[in-house]
């Protein structure tokens, strides 16, 4: 133990001036064992307990398996909105219902990892991130075999609604984990080999549902997802728990709902929040729409229309990748929100005036590049401004973006599927660039 009159030197996470008043108290202090790890205890004159768990002493998981971990249970939320997509023709046969009851069940899957963000992310505050995380997959793996027995649509809109619901805890609780574990730079950074992943998934999911459904037939695509839930699970197991019990919410878990005033009080993070969700808008209009623009209007084969989701996924990831490069994150914002507003209105002019399809290609690949460029730096500033709460920021940041996903996704398809989708576009890239208006002023 070394003391020193630095005013940044702490005792085991402890402030200087709290170290002191508590040295000029003590009269027992002692180190207790306890299974695979230890507890520091200090027993002061009041019967005060100042208790520091393992989780200060180093018992964090390498980078490397967090990296792994936290990318797989990213991933799951896109993965079961939009694996499935290019079976909902089949569906449609199967069940001898209409097409919009059919694209109801990705309507609920939405609103299930909305929901189900707010309700894990909460908790995950009260509880500790290891518990959520165990309900949450139990809850997905029991859902996705509803989905494989269900004998009518309206069986498998219910199921869909709970696989939604037990695949957002994954999606919130990485969050969660990634910002107890990293803060600053170290944070922006692995936030942005997540968000990779993250803006990865939805693009190439559909193109693996495609290539499953040549295999197999739809139920095929829902057991792939219940055996790759299986594997992230048995690999989070060895996930250790990163939110110690000192700093998790009090009270009950019923009373967790009251944890949501203060963030939506924090009027800095609920604009990021809200800059992340438009610019995540664009994305899922894109996803919605990009089938019947690319496939029926340009009438580009299934082949083609792969590679074409598997370049714009390139876009995100380098998007994402390149933004934790850049040393001032406020100022990488700014010029990526302002370079996505630029180039949503040339991808709105291209839909517009049905220009060659290369033009659109290029248009688009520049719009998915800005916004994959959005997605780490927005989430890394908001989840930077809740200190005390941050499951509950995560599940905030990520439920909005779903509901506004799960809006703005049917909104494109509306009419003339090209001048909706220009509308969506460039709509959403003008709130988002509004909302960064604010949250700069607000800075100031």
Same mark, same amino acid.
């Given at each position: 133990?070394?003391?020193?009159? $630095? @005013?940044? *030197?702490?005792?085991?996470? /402890?402030? $200087?001036?709290?170290?002191?008043?508590?040295?000029?108290?003590?009269?027992?202090?002692?180190?207790?064992?306890?299974?695979?790890?230890?507890?520091?205890?200090?027993?002061?004159?009041?019967?005060?307990?100042?208790? @520091?768990?393992?989780? !200060?002493?180093?018992?964090?998981?390498? $980078?490397?398996?967090?990296?792994?971990?936290?990318?797989?249970?990213?991933?799951?939320? +896109?993965?079961?909105?939009?694996?499935?997509? #290019?079976?909902?023709?089949?569906?449609?046969?199967?069940?001898?219902?209409?097409?919009?009851?059919?694209?109801?069940?990705?309507?609920?899957?939405?609103?299930?990892?909305?929901?189900?963000?707010?309700?894990?992310?909460?908790?995950?505050?009260?509880?500790?991130?290891? @518990? #959520?995380?165990?309900?949450?997959?139990?809850?997905?793996?029991?859902?996705?075999?509803?989905? /494989?027995?269900?004998?009518?649509?309206?069986?498998?809109?219910?199921?869909?609604?709970?696989?939604?619901?037990?695949?957002?805890?994954?999606?919130?609780?990485?969050?969660?984990?990634?910002?107890?574990?990293?803060?600053?730079? !170290?944070?922006? $950074?692995?936030?942005?080999?997540?968000?990779?992943?993250?803006?990865?998934? +939805?693009?190439?999911? +559909?193109?693996?549902?495609?290539?499953?459904? /040549?295999?197999?037939?739809?139920?095929?695509?829902?057991?792939?997802?219940?055996?790759?839930?299986?594997?992230?699970?048995?690999?989070?197991?060895? &996930?250790?728990? %990163?939110?110690?019990?000192?700093?998790?919410?009090?009270?009950?878990?019923?009373?967790? *709902?009251?944890?949501?005033?203060?963030?939506?009080?924090?009027?800095?993070?609920?604009?990021?929040?809200? /800059?992340?969700?438009?610019?995540?808008?664009?994305?899922?209009?894109?996803?919605?729409?990009?089938?019947?623009?690319?496939?029926?209007?340009?009438?580009?084969?299934?082949? !083609?229309?792969?590679?074409?989701?598997?370049?714009?996924?390139?876009?995100?990831?380098?998007?994402?990748?390149?933004?934790?490069?850049?040393?001032?994150? @406020?100022?990488?914002?700014?010029?990526?929100?302002?370079?996505?507003?630029?180039?949503?209105?040339?991808?709105? *002019?291209? &839909?517009?005036?049905?220009?060659?399809?290369?033009?659109?290609?290029?248009?688009?690949? &520049?719009?998915?590049?800005?916004?994959?460029?959005?997605?780490?730096?927005?989430?890394?500033?908001?989840?930077?401004?809740?200190?005390?709460?941050?499951?509950?920021? %995560?599940?905030?940041?990520?439920?909005?973006?779903?509901?506004?996903?799960?809006?703005?996704? #049917?909104?494109?398809?509306?009419?003339?599927? &090209?001048?909706?989708?220009?509308?969506?576009?460039?709509?959403?890239?003008?709130?988002?660039?509004?909302?960064?208006?604010?949250?700069?002023?607000?800075?100031?």
């Amino acid at each position: 133990m070394h003391v020193s009159n $630095k @005013q940044d *030197i702490t005792f085991y996470g /402890l402030k $200087k001036e709290d170290f002191m008043k508590l040295r000029s108290n003590v009269f027992f202090c002692s180190f207790v064992p306890g299974l695979r790890s230890y507890s520091l205890t200090f027993m002061i004159h009041n019967d005060t307990k100042v208790q @520091q768990t393992s989780h !200060e002493i180093n018992r964090k998981n390498s $980078k490397f398996y967090l990296l792994v971990t936290l990318s797989g249970m990213t991933a799951f939320a +896109p993965l079961v909105t939009d694996m499935y997509l #290019p079976a909902l023709p089949v569906l449609t046969g199967y069940f001898k219902t209409s097409v919009s009851m059919v694209q109801f069940t990705i309507s609920t899957s939405m609103l299930g990892i909305a929901l189900g963000q707010l309700f894990f992310g909460s908790v995950s505050d009260k509880m500790g991130r290891r @518990q #959520p995380l165990f309900i949450s997959f139990v809850l997905y793996l029991l859902a996705t075999g509803g989905c /494989l027995l269900s004998p009518n649509i309206h069986t498998l809109i219910f199921f869909r609604l709970l696989q939604g619901l037990g695949a957002a805890g994954s999606i919130v609780i990485a969050r969660s984990v990634a910002s107890d574990w990293f803060t600053g730079k !170290e944070l922006l $950074k692995f936030l942005a080999l997540i968000t990779a992943v993250q803006g990865i998934a +939805p693009i190439a999911a +559909p193109v693996a549902g495609g290539i499953l459904l /040549l295999l197999t037939n739809w139920k095929g695509i829902f057991l792939f997802l219940g055996i790759l839930g299986l594997i992230v699970w048995a690999i989070s197991l060895y &996930l250790k728990e %990163s939110l110690p019990v000192h700093k998790r919410a009090k009270g009950s878990v019923y009373t967790s *709902i009251k944890l949501f005033a203060p963030v939506f009080r924090n009027k800095p993070l609920i604009l990021y929040i809200a /800059l992340l969700s438009f610019s995540m808008a664009i994305m899922f209009a894109y996803i919605a729409s990009s089938p019947f623009i690319f496939q029926e209007h340009y009438n580009v084969s299934s082949i !083609e229309y792969s590679l074409i989701f598997a370049i714009n996924a390139v876009a995100l990831t380098i998007g994402n990748l390149v933004a934790a490069r850049f040393k001032n994150p @406020q100022k990488t914002l700014n010029y990526a929100v302002l370079c996505l507003l630029a180039f949503s209105m040339l991808t709105g *002019i291209s &839909l517009l005036f049905d220009i060659p399809l290369i033009l659109l290609c290029i248009s688009l690949f &520049l719009t998915l590049l800005c916004a994959g460029a959005t997605f780490p730096i927005s989430t890394n500033l908001a989840l930077d401004l809740e200190k005390k709460y941050k499951g509950t920021a %995560s599940a905030v940041l990520g439920a909005s973006s779903f509901l506004v996903g799960s809006i703005v996704m #049917p909104l494109s398809g509306l009419g003339n599927i &090209l001048h909706s989708t220009c509308g969506v576009m460039v709509g959403c890239a003008a709130f988002a660039a509004i909302t960064l208006f604010f949250a700069n002023k607000n800075n100031q």
